[in-house]
């Protein structure tokens, strides 16, 4: 015959780890995922609270430069000396649409890693997801008309048009040459 008080001692000597009684899904695993969800959801509550050393750089900087933004009118040859290096502001061309990206400097400034886009129109680019030169249109010649853009690059372009105008100032527009 079965004996059920010992089954019942074992199934209670299963359930916990140790002579203080937690329970064994308690783990030390399970205590650093909660540590992280815990965490991250206070980041998500308070991201005014942030410690990005990028994001505080990027702020200071634009309180620093807080100067009136004036709505312009920018060609591609206006727009060129806005690349972080011949000015101190950084522009860049999106769908005819040009965003002061100058808090942003560490990616689109001289050194970061879209400062080929500084400057410029950098749609094309953005696009296919290309850093190339050759995504580049010259400045002298008429403002890229996006042709020959498959749907996926069109929505890659357009999702960054949204991330521009939700993050940077958006301070102009960008017309054809003279």
């Not at 509550?45 to 309180?63: D, G, Q, R």
């Not at 879209?114 to 129109?121: E, L, P, V």
């Not at 050759?134 to 008429?142: A, F, G, R, S, Y």
């Amino acid at each position: 015959m079965v004996d059920f008080s010992q089954i019942k001692e074992l199934y209670k000597k299963s359930l916990y780890s140790s002579e203080d009684k937690t329970p064994a899904y308690i783990s030390t695993v399970n205590a650093l995922l909660i540590f992280t969800c815990v965490y991250l959801l206070y980041r998500t509550v308070f991201p005014s609270l942030s410690t990005n050393k990028e994001h505080i750089k990027a702020k200071e900087f634009a309180a620093s430069k807080a100067e009136p933004v004036v709505h312009t009118v920018y060609t591609p040859k206006t727009l060129a000396p806005f690349n972080g290096t011949d000015h101190p502001r950084v522009l860049m061309g999106v769908k005819r649409k040009v965003y002061d990206v100058s808090a942003g400097r560490s990616f689109y400034g001289p050194g970061g890693p879209y400062s080929n886009f500084a400057g410029r129109d950098a749609s094309r680019g953005l696009a296919k997801g290309s850093f190339d030169e050759d995504m580049l249109t010259d400045i002298n010649l008429p403002i890229d008309t996006l042709e020959g853009l498959t749907k996926e690059e069109i929505n890659a372009l357009n999702d960054w048009e949204s991330h521009f105008a939700g993050k940077y100032l958006l301070c102009g527009e960008l017309v054809e040459n003279d």
